[in-house]
């Protein structure tokens, strides 16, 4: 049974940062690309970031370009978030694809597995 648990969220005032992390468990984490989405009141679960399975290449979602930053180690992926901004306001999922050695993917009915979700509020 896969096993995704998200931490790091909280109440950032605007400008400033938050590490996202994903913790991971049940599969081979290293063969599997991972995912960012988040989903804020009232809107639908939109991308934000997405990792090749060994880490090769990453690709985000326009509004979060420059600031956000996808990273993967043993058994975790990170979400380094700067410059946040009070739209960025939502609770932030970590999601692995269905099958192995995919290059990731901005649509999230590729992703077979969820985590739980951590709030991130950013305020003005």
């Known amino acids: 049974q896969v096993q995704l648990v998200e931490s790091g969220g909280g109440l950032v005032q605007a400008g400033g940062s938050l590490r996202l992390s994903c913790a991971a468990s049940g599969r081979t984490f290293s063969s599997y690309a991972m995912g960012w989405f988040r989903q804020a009141p009232g809107k639908e679960r939109e991308f934000v970031a997405t990792?090749?399975?060994?880490?090769?290449s990453t690709y985000y979602a326009d509004s979060v370009k420059g600031r956000f930053t996808v990273s993967r180690d043993n058994a975790n992926v990170h979400l380094q978030m700067n410059s946040l901004k009070p739209e960025d306001t939502a609770v932030y999922y970590c999601?692995?694809?269905?099958?192995?050695?995919?290059?990731?993917?901005?649509?999230?009915?590729?992703?077979?597995?969820w985590g739980q979700g951590t709030q991130v509020t950013v305020s003005s």
């Open positions: 990792i090749h399975w060994n880490g090769a």
């Open positions: 999601a692995q694809e269905k099958g192995p050695y995919g290059g990731g993917s901005p649509t999230r009915f590729n992703y077979a597995y």
